[in-house]
């Protein structure tokens, strides 16, 4: 009897089988102390297996009131509301104008109070009280409870062409970045161009302005491509971020993939959303540009390029890196590329569905299938073929975001511009020009600054399109210039102050959250760069555009 005693004394602790093996008996751990539970988080002491010991069945039944009582390890965090100070502002405006502005005689009540809800709308997107789907939708609502639009106005845009080639355009940004063809693209040019600092930034810029048409989300590129390629380089040269060494490398790197990426997107139509959406616009206007995709692309291609060439040199002159040489980044580059081993399947069937999207946008008026049915068909192919699963397009938040306060926000400014406010404020406007004696090339230059500089005021390109597209269009139409120029100079317009500031697009957070740059030097050197593109736009641009004839 005393042997078995002193056995089971010393037998070993009772190892935790596997969660399949549980079926008889619940068992539950003794933990040893010290074990803590900070921020409800559970830290488990060193020791790999715990004694065991069986719950008794009387205890059982209050197992599921013990477990509900438990802190979730994970608990959702809990909603704030709307923030008060923003949320009184914007719908003040709205009030203000609805009730207090003197309505034009040659104004209808409905469009009156249209505008008013409209603005209120305008303004939550400034100031942010809730999440811009969320206040979008807010403003929607209003206008369908207050009977100022019926419902089914109010929701026309859900079915707008336009709005859902902006939502498949992000699914085809993330098959570029699950496959992996976006990143291996740009790593073929650090490997060419590589040798040098201002080679290394040359050939990062050349590969974005590669895949923009096929990659229409400059957020996508920057956060899913070329970020990541520059934060591995700028390592690898010992550039940290938030750290004295960003200026060895990375600071230089980054500043110029972000001031570059405007130009890259106003290359091709279908290189960002706002690009797409501008046109919408201007067709409801009744500016209608033949063939899009080439027109854009030829009227863009001279001051674009020539911007692309520009902007590196240009910050290695202002913005100097401290490391002039990067002799190690194409051996880098080389050696990535031999990891990643040779070109998949699903990246030559993204290449091939890229190619044939490309060419339909390119040539499908002639044959009849519209861009939308273009990109739907390339959609079907990934999906047909697992690229891409439709897992993949639910979890694309962003894209179903977008479709959400983009569709209220055309709507309403289609619904504006059938009530009569748009042609009212630019009869307003060209009055008030035509009071300083202006020709038609100085208001031009007057409504395309003014344009581009209330953008501070904005943290969104395509917010910025949403507001005010509609109305400076008209303005222009309405000041003479020609409607085509006065179009396109807009919607290229849209794209190159995309970096002014760390909060002028999507791509401007992501650049700046990486740690690299300085809030002075994004505000510094943005204005500048920014100063240095249109007056290559305006001067170039607007010689190229005489000679293709647009005015």
Request: proline share 7%; glycine share 6%.
């Amino acid at each position: 009897m005393e042997s078995l005693r002193l056995a089971a004394a010393r037998r070993p602790p009772l190892l935790v089988p596997a969660p399949g093996h549980l079926r008889r008996r619940l068992l539950v751990h003794h933990l040893p102390a010290p074990f803590s539970l900070p921020n409800n988080s559970l830290s488990l002491p060193s020791p790999q297996h715990h004694r065991l010991t069986p719950i008794p069945r009387r205890c059982r039944r209050l197992l599921p009131l013990l477990a509900s009582q438990t802190p979730d390890s994970n608990p959702e965090p809990e909603s704030a509301g709307a923030k008060l100070v923003p949320l009184v502002i914007s719908i003040a405006v709205g009030l203000a104008v609805r009730f207090l502005a003197p309505r034009p005689a040659e104004v209808s009540l409905q469009a009156w109070q249209l505008l008013s809800i409209f603005l209120s709308t305008i303004a939550g997107l400034v100031l942010g009280p809730l999440p811009v789907g969320a206040w979008a939708f807010l403003g929607l609502t209003a206008a369908v409870a207050t009977h100022t639009l019926p419902f089914t106005a109010a929701f026309s845009a859900f079915t707008n062409e336009v709005i859902w080639l902006i939502v498949i355009s992000f699914f085809f940004a993330r098959g570029f970045v699950k496959t992996g063809l976006g990143d291996r693209i740009a790593t073929y040019f650090v490997k060419m161009l590589g040798s040098s600092t201002l080679g290394l930034s040359y050939g990062l810029t050349i590969s974005e302005a590669c895949i923009a048409p096929a990659m229409p989300s400059t957020t996508a590129r920057a956060g899913g491509v070329f970020l990541p390629i520059i934060k591995s380089l700028s390592l690898s040269a010992e550039s940290k971020p938030n750290h004295p060494s960003s200026r060895k490398l990375g600071s230089y790197l980054v500043m110029t993939q972000f001031q570059a990426a405007g130009n890259s997107s106003a290359l091709f139509l279908t290189a960002a959303a706002q690009n797409l959406l501008c046109l919408k616009l201007a067709e409801e206007l009744g500016v209608i540009i033949t063939n899009p995709w080439v027109s854009w692309f030829k009227a863009a291609s001279l001051p674009a390029i020539l911007s692309l060439l520009v902007t590196p040199y240009l910050l290695y002159k202002i913005f100097p890196p401290e490391t002039k040489d990067t002799p190690d980044a194409p051996a880098l580059a080389a050696e990535k590329l031999k990891l990643m081993g040779p070109v998949t399947k699903n990246e030559w069937v993204m290449i091939g569905t890229m190619i044939l999207a490309v060419s339909l946008w390119v040539f499908g008026d002639a044959i009849g299938v519209s861009s939308v049915v273009a990109a739907m068909l390339g959609l079907s192919i990934l999906l047909l073929l697992g690229v891409l699963d439709w897992d993949d397009c639910l979890n694309e938040k962003s894209a179903w975001d977008t479709l959400a306060w983009f569709a209220v926000l055309v709507g309403m400014a289609a619904q504006l511009t059938n009530l009569g406010i748009v042609s009212w404020m630019s009869s307003c406007v060209a009055k008030l020009l035509q009071s300083f004696s202006l020709s038609w090339p100085a208001a031009f230059c007057v409504l395309e600054a003014s344009y581009f500089l209330i953008h501070y005021l904005f943290a969104s390109q395509t917010g910025h399109v949403g507001a005010l597209y509609s109305a400076f269009l008209a303005m222009h139409v309405a000041a003479g210039v020609p409607r085509a120029l006065s179009a396109l100079a807009l919607a290229f317009n849209t794209n190159l102050f995309g970096a002014l500031t760390h909060y002028s697009s999507g791509q401007a957070a992501v650049y700046f959250g990486a740690g690299y740059l300085e809030l002075p030097d994004v505000f510094k050197f943005g204005f500048v760069t920014a100063l240095v593109n249109t007056l290559i736009w305006g001067v170039v641009g607007s010689i190229w555009w005489k000679f293709l004839g647009l005015y």
